[in-house]
């Protein structure tokens, strides 16, 4: 049952050990000096027999060393008081003296045969009379076993009440006959109920303790009826002649389900509307979470999601339904899950899934609590498809620039180069810019200063490209290292990047004659 624990079972159960033995030992133990109701002959009857004598259920006349015993406030009437210690060796006591019949001696045996004690009962209208007879006169030695288990039972009782649950007991039919600190504090906060606290359902459904196994149950206690009292798990274990029972306050635990079922269903209606699928495997590797986008992007069926398939069965339905890469072979198939399954407890685990429909699917695998595993599966065909577009057209607009004779740069607001052809390459001798560093505006100076014989030109040039205010169109000429001349133009672009194009406007050919390039025709900007 939940809400216990192992410890919590071992006191349940040397609760009801030491109930049975106040029971046994209880008819035993009969000390005290003071009684308040009735007188009492200061001797029994005989040596062997002692008398009870009642006028209904009221107690008038007491062995004087039972007096103390019998006047324990159980909140029960005298017959009930006396019946509880008396029934454990005389299962078949009548529960009232109104069960007793007249003029008929009822001749009661002890419940265990080597227990020689009688108990006869006999009734004269409302006054009823119990001639209680052990079989021999008691010993020294009878007596030391007596005050030896009275202080057993009194130092059992004393461990009971300072158990912070209830635990009691009741005979066959549901009557509370004995309860600890706990429980007497439930009996006083639901006094004005009819039945006792935490039973489960009327006294006449109580099952046969004698054919009936442990009883466990949940039962609520609200004594004011407002809904807003306790609930309590509940243990019942049967006894020679009763039920011993002990109780937990699961309060806080159900308000904590009550909590955790509600985040739960918060998060659900969550996933519910995300676009993302998302898939949770427990530590035992079956699915128990899943969202509706999981089953439209992967159109596994909702029913075969909701029987808890495992990590396996779910991976096999994808690769049959074309939906994940596999391997060639199927073992190698298995090693794969296997890895994949271990990448995704450690946070590893992101791959691409390139399906046959066209369509691309991000997949992430992420550790979840207590061994749980996670997958997140996103649709991003729209952007592998965007930048496939995107990369077409650079490779076009590259292609562009290169077929151009004019060397051409284009810088962006930064400083840094964004762009350039072939011809600005072989020109100025730079390396192709394929995944190394960055070229800057300050480092391709340092670049024209080396090639050129005239860098004060080119030195203007950067200076307008720093500027924030000069932004119009401008052309000078320098002389490269060659002697060559080269024609220097600066055109702005939006956004505060600027395209520079050089020109070579006379060629030194090989036979040494120098051949000049025509003007280039251009626009004219303000």
Same mark, same amino acid.
């Given at each position: 049952?939940?809400?216990?624990?192992?410890?919590?079972?071992?006191?349940?159960?040397?609760?009801?050990?030491?109930?049975?033995?106040?029971?046994?030992?209880?008819?035993?133990? =009969?000390?005290?000096?003071? $009684?308040?109701?009735?007188?009492? +002959? %200061?001797r029994?009857?005989s040596?062997?027999?002692?008398?009870f004598? $009642?006028n209904?259920?009221?107690?008038?006349?007491?062995?004087?060393?039972?007096?103390?015993?019998?006047?324990?406030p159980?909140?029960?009437?005298?017959?009930?008081?006396?019946?509880?210690?008396?029934?454990?060796?005389?299962?078949?006591?009548?529960?009232?003296?109104?069960?007793?019949?007249?003029?008929?001696?009822?001749?009661?045996?002890?419940?265990? +045969?080597?227990?020689?004690?009688?108990?006869?009962?006999?009734? !004269?209208?409302?006054?009823?009379?119990?001639? =209680?007879?052990?079989?021999?006169?008691?010993? +020294?030695?009878?007596?030391?076993?007596?005050?030896?288990?009275?202080?057993? /039972?009194?130092?059992?009782?004393?461990?009971?009440?300072?158990?912070?649950?209830?635990?009691?007991?009741? &005979?066959?039919?549901?009557?509370?006959?004995?309860?600890?600190?706990?429980?007497?504090?439930?009996?006083?906060?639901?006094?004005?109920?009819?039945? +006792?606290?935490?039973?489960?359902?009327?006294?006449?459904?109580?099952?046969?303790?004698?054919?009936?196994?442990?009883?466990?149950?949940?039962?609520?206690?609200?004594?004011?009826?407002?809904?807003?009292?306790?609930?309590?798990?509940?243990?019942?274990?049967?006894?020679?002649?009763?039920?011993?029972?002990?109780?937990?306050?699961?309060?806080?635990?159900?308000? @904590?389900?009550?909590?955790?079922?509600n985040?739960?269903?918060?998060?659900?209606?969550?996933f519910?509307?995300?676009?993302?699928?998302?898939?949770?495997?427990?530590?035992?590797r079956?699915?128990?979470l899943?969202?509706?986008?999981?089953?439209?992007?992967?159109?596994?069926?909702? !029913? =075969?999601?909701?029987?808890?398939?495992?990590?396996?069965?779910? $991976?096999?339905?994808?690769?049959?339904?074309?939906?994940?890469?596999?391997?060639?072979?199927?073992?190698?198939?298995?090693?794969?899950l296997?890895?994949?399954?271990? @990448?995704?407890?450690?946070?590893?685990?992101?791959?691409?899934?390139?399906?046959?429909?066209?369509?691309?699917?991000?997949?992430?695998?992420?550790?979840?609590?207590?061994?749980?595993?996670?997958?997140? /599966?996103?649709?991003?065909?729209?952007?592998?498809?965007?930048?496939?577009?995107?990369?077409?057209?650079?490779?076009?607009?590259?292609?562009?620039?290169?077929?151009?004779? !004019?060397?051409?740069?284009? $810088?962006?607001?930064?400083? %840094?180069?964004?762009?350039?052809? &072939?011809?600005?390459?072989?020109?100025?001798?730079?390396p192709?810019?394929?995944?190394?560093?960055?070229?800057?505006?300050?480092?391709?100076?340092?670049?024209?200063?080396? *090639?050129?014989?005239?860098?004060?030109?080119?030195?203007?040039?950067?200076?307008?490209? *720093?500027?924030? %205010?000069?932004?119009?169109?401008?052309?000078?000429?320098?002389?490269?290292?060659?002697?060559?001349?080269?024609?220097?133009?600066?055109?702005?672009?939006?956004?505060?990047a600027?395209?520079?194009?050089?020109?070579?406007?006379?060629? /030194?050919?090989?036979?040494?004659?120098? *051949?000049?390039?025509?003007?280039?025709?251009?626009?004219e900007?303000?």
């Amino acid at each position: 049952m939940s809400g216990y624990n192992l410890h919590e079972l071992i006191l349940v159960l040397v609760a009801s050990s030491i109930l049975t033995v106040i029971c046994v030992a209880g008819i035993l133990i =009969f000390g005290g000096r003071n $009684f308040g109701g009735g007188t009492a +002959p %200061t001797r029994p009857v005989s040596e062997r027999m002692v008398l009870f004598r $009642f006028n209904g259920p009221r107690l008038v006349i007491v062995p004087e060393d039972w007096a103390g015993t019998l006047a324990h406030p159980t909140g029960a009437d005298d017959w009930s008081r006396l019946a509880d210690l008396l029934r454990p060796r005389f299962p078949d006591l009548p529960a009232t003296p109104a069960d007793v019949p007249e003029e008929e001696v009822i001749d009661l045996r002890a419940r265990l +045969p080597t227990d020689q004690a009688r108990l006869c009962i006999d009734r !004269d209208g409302d006054v009823v009379s119990l001639y =209680f007879r052990e079989a021999a006169p008691i010993t +020294p030695l009878d007596s030391h076993r007596m005050r030896l288990r009275e202080i057993s /039972v009194m130092d059992s009782r004393a461990q009971l009440d300072n158990l912070p649950f209830p635990v009691w007991q009741t &005979d066959a039919q549901g009557q509370v006959h004995w309860r600890n600190a706990e429980y007497q504090q439930l009996e006083t906060v639901m006094h004005d109920r009819d039945q +006792p606290p935490l039973m489960d359902g009327p006294e006449q459904t109580l099952p046969d303790p004698r054919r009936a196994r442990a009883r466990l149950y949940r039962t609520p206690l609200d004594p004011r009826g407002q809904q807003s009292g306790k609930t309590y798990d509940v243990i019942g274990t049967p006894g020679p002649q009763g039920w011993h029972y002990a109780a937990q306050d699961v309060t806080a635990q159900i308000r @904590a389900e009550g909590t955790q079922q509600n985040f739960v269903q918060t998060l659900t209606k969550t996933f519910a509307q995300l676009d993302t699928g998302l898939a949770i495997f427990s530590r035992e590797r079956e699915l128990m979470l899943f969202n509706p986008a999981l089953v439209d992007l992967t159109t596994l069926s909702a !029913d =075969f999601m909701a029987s808890r398939p495992t990590f396996t069965d779910v $991976f096999d339905r994808l690769r049959d339904k074309q939906i994940m890469p596999e391997p060639k072979n199927y073992s190698s198939w298995r090693e794969h899950l296997r890895s994949l399954a271990s @990448a995704a407890a450690k946070g590893t685990y992101e791959d691409r899934w390139s399906l046959p429909s066209g369509a691309t699917y991000r997949v992430i695998g992420r550790p979840h609590p207590n061994g749980a595993l996670a997958f997140l /599966v996103d649709d991003i065909t729209a952007e592998v498809t965007l930048t496939r577009q995107f990369r077409q057209q650079m490779t076009l607009s590259q292609s562009v620039l290169d077929a151009m004779a !004019d060397a051409i740069a284009v $810088f962006a607001a930064d400083g %840094t180069m964004g762009y350039c052809n &072939d011809a600005f390459l072989q020109l100025w001798d730079v390396p192709q810019p394929v995944d190394g560093p960055v070229i800057t505006l300050r480092a391709m100076l340092d670049v024209w200063r080396d *090639h050129c014989r005239t860098p004060e030109v080119l030195t203007e040039l950067v200076s307008r490209m *720093h500027s924030l %205010t000069i932004r119009s169109d401008w052309s000078g000429t320098v002389v490269g290292d060659s002697g060559n001349e080269i024609r220097v133009r600066l055109i702005p672009l939006s956004g505060g990047a600027a395209m520079v194009t050089f020109t070579v406007a006379e060629q /030194v050919l090989e036979d040494g004659s120098v *051949h000049h390039l025509p003007e280039p025709v251009r626009a004219e900007h303000s």
